[in-house]
């Protein structure tokens, strides 16, 4: 059984930055492949960003070039950085953790409004 949680969301004006966190336990975290989704209101839920345990990271070009995703093994922790934030980039935001299934947090809201 692995454990993730996500923190790090919140209200930020468009153009402005968050950086989001999720921490997963297990002392083979670096074998974990791990992305970020997000889900808006009435909208499926979506991969933003992707890490392979081998350290290669892909984005969606929907955030290309603005979201930065970035993992800590000794922290057990990867990140979101989101700059450039725009309305559309409002929803609520998952890690998921691959390790022979799914795992998945609780969610953090970012909403992008002025």
């Known amino acids: 059984q692995v454990q993730v949680a996500e923190s790090g969301g919140g209200l930020v004006q468009p153009g402005g930055s968050l950086r989001l966190s999720c921490t997963a336990s297990?002392?083979?975290?670096?074998?974990?492949?791990i992305s970020w989704y997000r889900q808006a209101p009435g909208k499926q839920r979506e991969e933003v960003a992707v890490?392979?345990?081998?350290?290669?990271?892909t984005y969606a070009d929907s955030v290309k070039g603005r979201f930065t995703m970035s993992r800590d093994n000794a922290k057990n922790t990867v990140y979101l950085q989101m700059n450039a934030l725009k309305p559309e980039d409002t929803a609520v935001y998952y890690c998921?953790?691959?390790?022979?299934?799914?795992?998945w947090g609780q969610g953090t809201q970012v909403t992008v409004s002025s």
């Open positions: 297990g002392s083979i975290f670096s074998r974990y492949h």
């Open positions: 890490v392979s345990n081998g350290g290669i990271i």
């Open positions: 998921n953790v691959q390790w022979g299934r799914a795992y």
